[in-house]
């Protein structure tokens, strides 16, 4: 499978395929400005609908942007034959080349076919032993933009030996400069199957350092967005990741695809409460226990405990007539109210027209009429209001966490059964706040908050959510996730071996529990793209403590020599060792990451400094002039270099509470390489790291 470099006849094919780029950039280009053109004046009945289809052209234009150094295609198939169904519709003897967006000619004809497309979907499926009707899969090589080679796979012909991808596996390893890439152009067939998957059902894929579990996730949303557009574009779209450097990392990746309207946020940012600030942190056992899922019915039955069973009678006075409800028929509604278990804040809402509608049925008895708009009466009367108030009063979610974590018999009472005695002092406020707005809340307490809320009044549902690196969550963050997709599915993604939390998940079917998706399909991908085979290898030796019954991953990639670990005997010197790696790996192309214990940043940052190195922080994004970022160990989780050098492994998993979830964030840190890991120590090794591989 030779890889064509450009040749100067401009018979030559590739000749032909540049040409046919500059044809589809101009064909893009009229697109563009077609849409810029458009003219609502005489299409719009008042301002509010001019606005809405303002916004849809603004959107459609941000779309069709030509970006200079992304290749609007990647790839050509050509068809042996005409294949019923949607796959190729009248593709006998035609040719479609695959890219990122659609683009078609003033006659409406395709020239760019969207890489979702039914007909786009062989380019990565189809194979020697399952061609699908394709005789020939072409690929395409870019240079800054410019296409530079093409490489040809004859599926059909028995004649040509099966090969790698060469033009594949370069785009697989280019450098990585700047925010995360999509990897639309080298899907594989395992991906394939997830990103196309239904948009009915949950798909939960664990996949190991570099299998592309995060672009998997992150390609399935711009594919169900191009599938499902008009429901997603009613019921909305969420992609939730673990802290804000990696959702900066990973923002460009739907917006190069053409989607532009998907929304970004952390769990912290989805629990957030207006006059609730997150100021303050837990212990690692008082996080356990507020994450604990048996909190969720510590606070169901704290928010059912405000209601009072009537002891007396309402008497609604109307004109000259008074109707009287006993007690025991009050009870009687609220026992219903309770065993319907409505949310709290509907029952609230349902109880005064619940009585006004008694009092109506004596109105009838006594020969009266009364229609809806007596009920609604009745039901705003004073003597009812006051009754529900005293029955079923108005709950503050952030009041009664408050009230729980501060009040200790008002916590045992909800709590019996359920949290031990030590458990409920490890998560007792030793001063309770005096209001929610001088309270110090903790990200687990605003969990909690969240949950109470959802008992008082339904939280809106999306119609899909991804969750990213979800293998850190506790089950009330899990909870809070669900109920953004209660009526919609997700899309779940991580790796158990990655859980660096002190609760973080053991299992995907105890996840996918918590998350209200017991259901979903679990895909595990175990074929690594990204790190090298000498780099993995190294890594796995953690993995019969950290996680033993995950399968280490198989990389694809063969680097020799992409594998390092330098011994510094002088501990005085480990900081100038550290510092003459990263400026040997600055000769290299690409970025580099200096990964080390958060405790050891700010010696490293002083050490750069001193030595005129100019360095970013995670998140950040690198470029030709900046290439060097200084990553804490902690914020290293979903975010890639080139190269890596990871300072001082014995510090990174001191760092940790335990030994299990240290050699967890070392796990983490070791496999952040693509090309090539240096790892500098002074300390020893972890037993685990320096033994044979297993």
Not at 7 to 19: I, K
Not at 485 to 498: I, R, Y
Not at 598 to 622: M, W
Not at 632 to 653: F, I, N, R
């Amino acid at each position: 499978m030779p890889a064509h470099e450009l040749e100067s006849d401009t018979t030559d094919p590739l000749a032909r395929e540049r040409a046919h780029l500059a044809a589809s950039r101009s064909a893009l280009r009229a697109m563009r400005e077609d849409a810029q053109a458009l003219d609502i004046r005489d299409v719009t009945a008042n301002w509010v609908n001019a606005a809405v289809l303002q916004a849809q052209i603004d959107e459609r234009i941000k779309s069709l942007a030509d970006l200079s150094h992304t290749p609007l295609f990647f790839g050509r198939l050509d068809y042996l034959h005409r294949v019923g169904g949607d796959l190729a519709e009248g593709a006998e003897g035609e040719r479609f080349y695959i890219g990122r967006r659609h683009v078609h000619d003033s006659d409406g004809d395709p020239m760019v076919i969207d890489w979702r497309a039914p007909v786009s979907q062989p380019f990565y499926r189809a194979s020697r032993k399952d061609p699908q009707d394709v005789g020939q899969r072409r690929r395409f090589g870019y240079t800054g933009g410019e296409l530079t080679a093409y490489e040809d796979e004859h599926l059909t012909d028995p004649s040509e030996a099966e090969q790698t991808s060469k033009l594949l596996q370069a785009e697989i390893e280019r450098p990585r400069v700047g925010p995360m890439r999509d990897i639309v152009a080298t899907i594989q067939p395992e991906q394939d199957e997830i990103v196309r998957s239904g948009l009915g059902g949950t798909v939960c894929v664990q996949g190991g350092p570099g299998t592309g579990k995060t672009a998997v996730g992150l390609h399935r949303v711009a594919y169900l967005l191009y599938a499902h557009r008009e429901r997603l574009a009613r019921t909305g779209t969420l992609v939730i990741g673990p802290n804000r450097s990696f959702l900066h990392y990973i923002e460009q990746v739907l917006p190069a695809l053409g989607e532009l309207e998907v929304k970004q946020a952390t769990v912290d940012d989805l629990v957030a409460t207006a006059g609730v600030e997150v100021r303050g942190t837990d212990p690692a056992d008082a996080a356990v226990v507020k994450g604990d899922a048996r909190m969720a019915e510590v606070l169901r039955r704290a928010v059912r405990s405000h209601v009072t069973p009537p002891t007396e009678p309402v008497v609604v006075v109307r004109g000259s007539r008074r109707w009287r409800i006993p007690a025991y028929e009050l009870e009687e509604i609220v026992n219903e109210l309770l065993a319907r278990d409505m949310r709290y804040g509907a029952a609230h809402e349902a109880l005064p027209q619940r009585i006004a509608h008694a009092v109506l049925v004596r109105m009838e008895e006594a020969g009266e009429a009364p229609d809806d708009r007596v009920q609604n009466a009745v039901a705003r009367n004073p003597a009812v209001k006051a009754a529900v108030k005293a029955i079923w009063p108005v709950v503050d979610p952030a009041k009664l966490v408050l009230r729980l974590l501060s009040d200790a018999e008002f916590l045992a009472a909800h709590a019996e059964g359920l949290l031990d005695e030590d458990e409920q002092k490890t998560i007792l406020w030793a001063k309770p706040a005096r209001s929610v707005k001088t309270a110090k809340w903790s990200a687990a307490d605003a969990v909690l908050i969240d949950e109470a809320g959802d008992l008082v009044t339904r939280t809106h549902s999306l119609g899909h959510v991804v969750l990213d690196e979800a293998q850190d969550l506790s089950p009330m963050q899990y909870r809070a996730v669900g109920r953004r997709c209660t009526t919609g599915s997700a899309t779940v993604l991580g790796d158990l071996a990655q859980g660096t939390t002190p609760w973080s998940t053991e299992s995907w079917a105890q996840a996918l529990h918590h998350l209200g998706k017991p259901d979903a399909v679990v895909e595990e991908l175990t074929a690594g793209f990204r790190v090298p085979r000498e780099v993995i290898a190294y890594a796995s030796r953690l993995l019969p403590v950290i996680s033993p019954d995950l399968a280490a991953v198989e990389s694809v990639r063969e680097s020799p020599g992409s594998l390092e670990v330098r011994r510094v005997a002088d501990p005085a010197e480990l900081d100038a060792a550290v510092l003459a790696e990263c400026e040997v790996s600055l000769t290299r192309e690409g970025s580099i990451g200096l990964i080390a214990a958060d405790a050891r940043i700010p010696v490293l940052a002083g050490a750069l400094a001193a030595a005129g190195h100019a360095y970013l922080s995670p998140g950040e994004e690198t470029s030709a002039e900046s290439r060097l970022t200084l990553v804490p160990a902690s914020l290293a989780k979903g975010l890639e270099y080139d190269y890596v050098v990871l300072d001082e492994p014995s510090a990174v998993v001191d760092g940790e509470p335990d030994e299990r979830t240290g050699l967890r964030r070392l796990y983490v840190a070791l496999t952040r390489a693509v090309s090539g890991l240096t790892v500098v120590h002074s300390a020893e090794l972890p037993d685990q790291l320096a033994a044979p591989a297993i």
